[in-house]
């Protein structure tokens, strides 16, 4: 997991200006972690959320050919 985190953090430091030393380089960096931090989020809830259609749609498959066998065996 380390090794996953340090490359958003290495590519963050690109937003901060620390040559120019000015109060506005430690708005900038914390709103790039920010940044950083709501895209982790964003892909581990859409892994999430595409894991759960898949396993809806299995089970309505599934459904479905158990209610064909069922109707097929009483004809």
């Known amino acids: 997991m380390k090794k996953i ?3 958003p953090f290495l590519l963050s430091f690109h937003f901060a200006y620390a040559g120019t030393g000015s109060g506005s380089d430690e708005i900038l960096f914390i709103l790039s972690i920010i940044a950083i931090m709501s895209i982790i ?4 809830y ?3 959320f595409i894991k759960r259609i898949i ?5 309505r498959k599934a459904a479905h050919l ?7 065996n009483n004809s």
């Open 5 to 7: 985190l340090l490359i």
């Open 66 to 72: 158990n209610d064909e066998g069922i109707s097929d």
């Open 46 to 48: 859409t892994i999430d």
């Open 41 to 44: 989020l964003a892909v581990l």
């Open 55 to 59: 396993k809806e749609r299995k089970n």
